[in-house]
């Protein structure tokens, strides 16, 4: 599985094109197939043969896609082996939520566009960010790979406004963040200091060799 929210929005296609390709079951399979969002080789279950892949129209006319092991004969669902193997929606309703997960829409907007239930969006969209996360702990970001990019880095203090300046301030939280400049390619990690102790392992383990990094005082060696 490739992975989803910003690495596909960077390739997403124009919604009109988008959904030229996810309103055909013609067009859709081999989207998916291409994309990493199905398997694009099956072994059969029964004889561990190499099954084919196979197009019928269905009593309703509309195309059916499956995989046919040609020694045995048993066939199995083209959604096998992915994370819609267990869903009864449509390919083209699961399609049209990794798009709008991967243009970050909000749940409720998600849910008037689609006719997906509340609880159906939750669901997917926590099963889209098990799989973002996964993805990104297989294969980290890693930034500044391209030397025409500068990488720039900065602390936030996100948190409570104390009122009167009273409060022990425990709840405030610093984040260090570095941008790769020219790409959409960003990382956020909540720390508890900004020493140099604290921040170097992070831009040493985020930012490639010899990257510039624009900041007061700081540059990957
Ligand atoms: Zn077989």
Redesign the pocket.
């Known amino acids: 599985m490739e992975n989803l929210g910003t690495p596909l929005l960077d390739r997403a296609p124009k919604a009109i094109n988008w959904y030229a390709v996810v309103s055909s079951q013609e067009s859709i399979v081999p989207y998916m197939m291409d994309n990493g969002l199905l398997k694009k080789e099956m072994t ?1 279950t ?2 561990a ?1 190499d099954m084919n892949l196979c197009k019928r129209k269905d009593i309703s006319d509309s195309l059916q896609w499956k995989w046919k ?1 040609p ?2 004969l ?1 066939t199995s669902s083209i959604r096998r082996s992915s994370i819609f193997e267990k869903s009864k929606l449509p390919l083209r309703k699961l399609m049209e939520l990794v798009y709008y997960f991967g243009i970050d829409l909000q749940i409720y907007e998600v849910e008037k566009l689609s006719d997906i239930s509340h609880v159906s969006v939750i669901e997917w969209f926590d099963q889209f960010r098990i799989v973002c996360k996964e993805s990104l702990t297989n294969d980290p970001v890693l930034l500044g790979s391209n030397s025409e990019h500068l990488i720039e880095i900065d602390e936030s203090l996100f948190g409570k406004k104390r009122k009167y300046h009273r409060g022990t301030g425990k709840q405030d939280t610093w984040v260090f963040g570095m941008v790769e400049k020219g790409s959409r390619k960003v990382i956020l990690q909540i720390v508890e200091k900004r020493d140099r102790k604290t921040l170097l392992p992070i831009i040493q383990e985020n930012v490639a060799e010899g990257a510039h990094i624009i900041s007061d005082c700081w540059r990957r060696v």
């Open positions: 059969c029964h004889c043969s092991c020694a045995c048993l």
